[in-house]
Protein backbone atom coordinates (compact mmCIF):
# COMPACT_ATOMS: atom_id res chain seq x y z
CA UNK A 1 0.00 0.00 0.00
CA UNK A 2 1.14 4.04 -0.77
CA UNK A 3 2.75 4.85 2.31
CA UNK A 4 -0.12 8.25 2.14
CA UNK A 5 -2.14 5.57 3.30
CA UNK A 6 -0.18 3.83 6.09
CA UNK A 7 -0.37 5.56 9.14
CA UNK A 8 1.01 4.34 12.48
CA UNK A 9 -1.29 4.64 15.56
CA UNK A 10 0.06 4.90 19.20
CA UNK A 11 -2.07 4.34 22.62
CA UNK A 12 -0.69 4.87 25.73
CA UNK A 13 -1.58 4.65 29.22
CA UNK A 14 -3.31 8.26 29.53
CA UNK A 15 -6.74 8.92 29.71
CA UNK A 16 -9.00 9.10 26.91
CA UNK A 17 -8.69 5.99 25.01
CA UNK A 18 -11.73 6.38 23.27
CA UNK A 19 -9.51 8.74 21.12
CA UNK A 20 -7.58 6.12 20.12
CA UNK A 21 -10.45 3.35 19.35
CA UNK A 22 -12.30 6.01 17.58
CA UNK A 23 -9.26 6.81 15.25
CA UNK A 24 -8.73 3.21 14.51
CA UNK A 25 -12.01 3.01 13.67
CA UNK A 26 -12.30 5.93 11.59
CA UNK A 27 -9.15 5.02 9.98
CA UNK A 28 -10.65 1.64 8.87
CA UNK A 29 -13.66 3.24 7.19
CA UNK A 30 -11.65 6.00 5.36
CA UNK A 31 -9.25 2.60 3.84
CA UNK A 32 -6.03 3.63 5.23
CA UNK A 33 -3.21 0.87 6.79
CA UNK A 34 -2.85 1.26 10.13
CA UNK A 35 0.01 0.14 12.38
CA UNK A 36 -0.92 -0.15 15.97
CA UNK A 37 1.63 -0.21 19.19
CA UNK A 38 -0.16 0.37 22.54
CA UNK A 39 1.55 0.17 25.95
CA UNK A 40 0.78 -1.93 28.65
CA UNK A 41 -0.35 1.05 30.86
CA UNK A 42 -2.92 1.74 27.47
CA UNK A 43 -4.05 -1.68 28.37
CA UNK A 44 -4.72 -1.01 31.62
CA UNK A 45 -6.49 2.62 31.18
CA UNK A 46 -9.05 0.44 28.51
CA UNK A 47 -10.23 -2.02 31.47
CA UNK A 48 -11.07 0.73 33.34
CA UNK A 49 -12.20 3.54 30.33
CA UNK A 50 -14.14 0.80 27.85
CA UNK A 51 -15.65 -2.48 27.87
CA UNK A 52 -13.84 -3.22 24.60
CA UNK A 53 -11.53 -6.03 25.21
CA UNK A 54 -7.62 -5.31 23.95
CA UNK A 55 -8.13 -8.30 21.72
CA UNK A 56 -10.98 -6.13 20.04
CA UNK A 57 -9.19 -2.76 19.97
CA UNK A 58 -6.26 -4.60 18.20
CA UNK A 59 -8.56 -5.94 15.44
CA UNK A 60 -9.28 -2.76 14.46
CA UNK A 61 -6.18 -2.30 13.42
CA UNK A 62 -4.22 -3.34 9.99
CA UNK A 63 -1.23 -4.89 11.58
CA UNK A 64 -0.31 -4.75 15.27
CA UNK A 65 2.65 -5.19 17.19
CA UNK A 66 3.76 -5.34 20.74
CA UNK A 67 5.67 -2.47 22.53
CA UNK A 68 8.84 -4.35 23.12
CA UNK A 69 9.35 -5.42 20.07
CA UNK A 70 11.61 -2.54 19.21
CA UNK A 71 12.44 -4.78 16.10
CA UNK A 72 9.78 -4.06 14.33
CA UNK A 73 8.87 -2.32 11.07
CA UNK A 74 7.72 0.53 12.50
CA UNK A 75 11.16 1.17 14.28
CA UNK A 76 13.14 1.96 11.45
CA UNK A 77 12.55 5.08 8.75
CA UNK A 78 12.96 2.54 5.69
CA UNK A 79 9.40 1.68 6.40
CA UNK A 80 7.42 4.48 5.09
CA UNK A 81 4.03 6.01 6.32
CA UNK A 82 2.49 8.52 6.26
CA UNK A 83 3.25 9.48 10.08
CA UNK A 84 2.05 9.10 13.20
CA UNK A 85 -0.86 9.91 15.95
CA UNK A 86 -0.15 8.85 19.34
CA UNK A 87 -4.01 8.76 20.96
CA UNK A 88 -4.13 9.44 24.26
CA UNK A 89 -0.29 10.50 24.74
CA UNK A 90 0.68 10.56 28.21
CA UNK A 91 3.26 12.95 29.80
CA UNK A 92 5.79 9.97 30.58
CA UNK A 93 5.50 9.33 26.50
CA UNK A 94 5.74 12.50 25.32
CA UNK A 95 9.13 13.26 27.57
CA UNK A 96 10.75 9.78 25.75
CA UNK A 97 10.02 11.42 22.64
CA UNK A 98 10.71 14.78 23.63
CA UNK A 99 14.68 13.91 25.11
CA UNK A 100 15.18 10.62 22.64
CA UNK A 101 15.43 8.35 25.29
CA UNK A 102 12.76 6.05 23.65
CA UNK A 103 12.50 2.83 26.01
CA UNK A 104 9.45 1.30 24.17
CA UNK A 105 8.30 0.84 20.30
CA UNK A 106 5.59 3.45 20.96
CA UNK A 107 8.54 5.82 21.68
CA UNK A 108 10.67 5.03 18.87
CA UNK A 109 8.43 4.77 16.12
CA UNK A 110 7.77 8.50 17.10
CA UNK A 111 11.30 9.08 17.14
CA UNK A 112 11.95 7.39 13.95
CA UNK A 113 8.67 9.64 12.39
CA UNK A 114 10.38 12.81 13.74
CA UNK A 115 14.09 11.62 12.25
CA UNK A 116 12.93 11.13 9.12
CA UNK A 117 10.73 14.80 8.61
CA UNK A 118 7.09 12.95 8.85
CA UNK A 119 4.46 14.40 10.95
CA UNK A 120 3.40 13.76 14.34
CA UNK A 121 0.83 14.70 16.12
CA UNK A 122 0.62 14.32 19.83
CA UNK A 123 -2.70 14.00 21.24
CA UNK A 124 -1.52 15.08 25.02
CA UNK A 125 -4.25 14.19 28.19
CA UNK A 126 -2.84 16.19 31.10
CA UNK A 127 -4.30 18.67 33.38
CA UNK A 128 -3.55 20.80 34.52
CA UNK A 129 0.37 21.26 33.64
CA UNK A 130 2.91 22.37 35.66
CA UNK A 131 6.17 24.03 34.31
CA UNK A 132 8.04 20.92 33.32
CA UNK A 133 4.89 19.53 31.48
CA UNK A 134 4.81 22.22 29.47
CA UNK A 135 8.64 23.05 28.73
CA UNK A 136 8.96 18.89 27.75
CA UNK A 137 6.32 20.04 25.76
CA UNK A 138 7.62 22.55 24.03
CA UNK A 139 11.17 20.70 23.43
CA UNK A 140 8.59 17.70 21.28
CA UNK A 141 7.18 20.84 19.52
CA UNK A 142 10.26 21.81 18.99
CA UNK A 143 11.47 19.14 17.14
CA UNK A 144 8.71 18.74 14.94
CA UNK A 145 5.82 16.91 16.92
CA UNK A 146 2.70 18.87 16.59
CA UNK A 147 0.85 19.20 20.08
CA UNK A 148 -2.56 18.44 19.48
CA UNK A 149 -4.32 18.46 23.42
CA UNK A 150 -8.27 16.97 22.41
CA UNK A 151 -10.27 20.04 23.08
CA UNK A 152 -13.79 20.08 22.44
CA UNK A 153 -15.02 22.39 19.32
CA UNK A 154 -17.93 24.27 20.76
CA UNK A 155 -19.12 26.11 17.75
CA UNK A 156 -19.97 22.38 15.96
CA UNK A 157 -22.63 22.31 18.94
CA UNK A 158 -22.55 18.89 19.47
CA UNK A 159 -25.38 16.87 21.29
CA UNK A 160 -23.51 13.70 22.35
CA UNK A 161 -19.75 12.74 23.52
CA UNK A 162 -19.56 10.79 20.46
CA UNK A 163 -19.71 13.96 18.62
CA UNK A 164 -17.23 15.60 20.54
CA UNK A 165 -15.04 13.01 19.89
CA UNK A 166 -15.58 12.96 16.13
CA UNK A 167 -15.06 16.21 15.73
CA UNK A 168 -11.22 15.73 17.76
CA UNK A 169 -10.47 13.04 15.77
CA UNK A 170 -11.78 14.51 12.63
CA UNK A 171 -9.35 17.67 13.11
CA UNK A 172 -6.60 15.50 13.92
CA UNK A 173 -6.26 13.66 10.83
CA UNK A 174 -7.13 16.67 9.11
CA UNK A 175 -3.21 18.12 9.74
CA UNK A 176 -2.60 15.22 7.53
CA UNK A 177 -4.48 16.09 5.07
CA UNK A 178 -7.42 13.48 5.35
CA UNK A 179 -10.78 14.32 5.39
CA UNK A 180 -13.21 11.98 7.68
CA UNK A 181 -16.11 13.62 7.19
CA UNK A 182 -16.39 14.20 10.77
CA UNK A 183 -15.99 18.40 11.25
CA UNK A 184 -18.61 20.81 11.27
CA UNK A 185 -16.44 23.43 9.34
CA UNK A 186 -16.56 26.99 10.93
CA UNK A 187 -17.76 29.71 8.36
CA UNK A 188 -19.13 26.86 5.69
CA UNK A 189 -22.65 26.70 7.05
CA UNK A 190 -22.44 30.31 6.92
CA UNK A 191 -20.79 30.94 3.82
CA UNK A 192 -23.79 28.85 2.25
CA UNK A 193 -26.39 30.84 4.33
CA UNK A 194 -25.08 34.11 2.59
CA UNK A 195 -25.31 32.31 -1.09
CA UNK A 196 -28.86 31.45 -0.52
CA UNK A 197 -29.59 34.52 0.44
CA UNK A 198 -27.23 36.65 -2.37
CA UNK A 199 -24.83 37.39 -0.13
CA UNK A 200 -27.20 40.15 1.67
CA UNK A 201 -26.63 41.65 4.91
CA UNK A 202 -29.63 41.90 7.05
Not at 15 to 37: A, D, P, W
Not at 44 to 63: G, I, N, P, Q
Not at 116 to 123: N, P
Request: aromatic letters at 4%; charged letters at 20%; glycine letters at 8%.
Amino acid sequence: MSSSKRMIVGISGASGIVYGIRLLQVSKQLGLETHLVMSKSAEVTLAHESDMKVSAVKALASVTYSNADIGAAISSGSFQTHGMIVAPCSIRTVSEIATGVTSSLLSRAADVVLKERRRLVLMVRESPLHTGHLRTLTAASEIGAIIAPPMPGFYAKPETLDDVVDHTIGRVLDLFEIDAGLVKRWGEGRAAKASRSGGKKK
